[in-house]
């Protein structure tokens, strides 16, 4: 058995622990039989709801927490350097710390599944088998998401030296999933046209039209839901690599970029065109740049690393030290140039026209974050960033509206009845934005300490 996974099935899944569990259960589906005694149709229905609850609380949101503490805790017990340096390979310390750190979680909400599954075969009720899928893909999601943002939180931590801690991962976490939002929301991501697809995983009833079919939605939300499950495990274990000195190759990151826009451009593929689903994948990897930029660990030396290799055009050290963001950016662009180049696109589409002027502008804000992630103080180079793109896009945008109207505010923001002066503003202040952060980054000095360690 893999020495971390029964460590930590020793720590969450003692016997007393499991006994005083048992004995909580036993209780609320008691008082659950108790309180449906003169129900005609029995307790069974009942039951199943009350499993369904059980499962959410269990799985879902105590499992999360636990997948997540499995890593802080060791921080916070001054352990987790010594595990670094184990013999446990990192796919074996991913599992072992997602599962066995969530054990008991999964024990408890594993009950409250097959409650839902008696009172479901009870009812005959139909689809119980996808639904049973979609709440376990959701459970693994969730779990290894969080134990992802636990580790991103380590790396970020160590890079400006300070503690990670469970209120700051999740803090961040929240206060991350808000700002994206937000920004998927704005008039540069075209109202989240880029996201609208993904309100289908829990929302869509009958039928779901993507890829230009139509497909039963409860089949899609199960499959999609498992597919993005399996993506975060994976995730994970990249991130617990990198925990364990090693170096990963840009291939997974970039496959799952690919695999998010396909997803996202083929909910409009039947209905708008292929250039308009190559429009939307490009805002979605686009979106994900921006995460990615604050996820990263601000880390100057790797950057000047990566740049002195890639200007020698040794890719094959230049490729583990490649900036996170690096990818989204070049495949966004990609597929923008590809919606230009489809029969049915062209720049002077005003959606099309945007998309490409949003390039530029990402392409400027990654210098932003860039510039305030790399300074003297990098813990408080998140909250400079934000509040450096809010002046540009609130006090900028606001001033060049009530000086030009849609032609001003076109200078500070990518706007689609003005997608040529976006695009020149926007490259303009990249450019300007990008020397000032290669300067600070010191992109001309010599790299420290030459990569050694070979990706794979």
């Keep these: 058995m893999n020495p971390e996974f029964q460590r930590n099935l020793w720590l969450e899944a003692s016997p007393r622990r499991i006994a005083w569990a048992g004995v909580v259960l036993l209780l609320i589906y008691g008082a659950a039989i108790t309180l449906t005694r003169s129900n005609p149709y029995g307790a069974l229905p009942a039951l199943g709801g009350v499993g369904a609850v059980v499962f959410v609380v269990c799985a879902m949101i105590w499992g999360a927490r636990a997948s997540g503490n499995s890593i802080l805790t060791e921080i916070a017990d001054r352990t987790w350097d010594f595990q670094r340096l184990s013999a446990l390979k990192p796919w074996a310390m991913t599992w ?46 969730l779990q290894a998401i969080s134990l992802g943002a636990a580790l991103i939180g380590v790396r970020k931590a160590r890079a400006e030296g300070r503690t990670a801690r469970a209120s700051g991962v999740l803090g961040g976490l929240i206060i991350g999933a808000i700002l994206l939002s937000w920004v998927a929301g704005s008039a540069g991501f075209q109202r989240g046209m880029g996201t609208e697809g993904f309100g289908a995983l829990f929302t869509a009833n009958g039928l779901v039209d993507w890829g230009g079919r139509l497909w039963s939605a409860a089949a899609f939300r199960a499959v999609a839901l498992t597919l993005f499950a399996a993506w975060a495990v994976i995730g994970a274990w990249r991130l617990m690599r990198l925990e364990l000195q090693m170096q990963n190759a840009p291939v997974i990151w970039p496959a799952f970029l690919i695999f998010l826009a396909i997803f996202a451009g083929g909910f409009v593929l039947r209905t708008q065109g292929f250039a308009a689903s190559l429009a939307v994948g490009s805002l979605v990897v686009a979106l994900s740049a921006y995460a990615a930029a604050f996820a990263e660990p601000a880390d100057r030396v790797r950057i000047r690393q990566f740049a002195h290799f890639a200007a020698k055009g040794d890719l094959a050290r230049a490729a583990p030290l490649t900036p996170a963001p690096l990818a989204p950016l070049l495949i966004a662009t990609l597929l923008v140039l590809g919606a230009f180049a489809a029969p049915t696109g062209s720049l002077m589409t005003p959606e099309l026209g945007q998309a490409g002027a949003l390039i530029a502008f990402l392409l400027r804000d990654l210098g932003v974050i860039a510039l305030c992630r790399m300074g003297e103080r990098p813990q408080r180079g998140d909250f400079s960033a934000v509040v450096a793109l809010g002046l540009l896009y609130g006090v900028g945008g606001s001033i060049g509206w ?45 790299p420290s300490a030459p990569a050694s360690v070979p990706a794979t």
């Design 96 to 141: 072992g710390k997602l599962f066995g750190g969530a054990s008991l979680a999964w024990l408890c909400g594993l009950t409250g599944l097959l409650m839902m599954v008696i009172a479901g075969l009870s009812g005959r009720v139909t689809g119980l088998a996808t639904t049973a899928v979609f709440m376990l893909a959701l459970a693994v999601l």
């Design 402 to 446: 009530a000086v030009g109207q849609e032609t001003g505010g076109a200078l500070f923001a990518p706007l689609a009845n003005a997608p040529l002066i976006s695009l020149a503003s926007g490259l303009a202040q990249a450019a300007v934005v990008w020397v000032l952060a290669a300067k600070r980054i010191g992109i001309n000095a010599p």
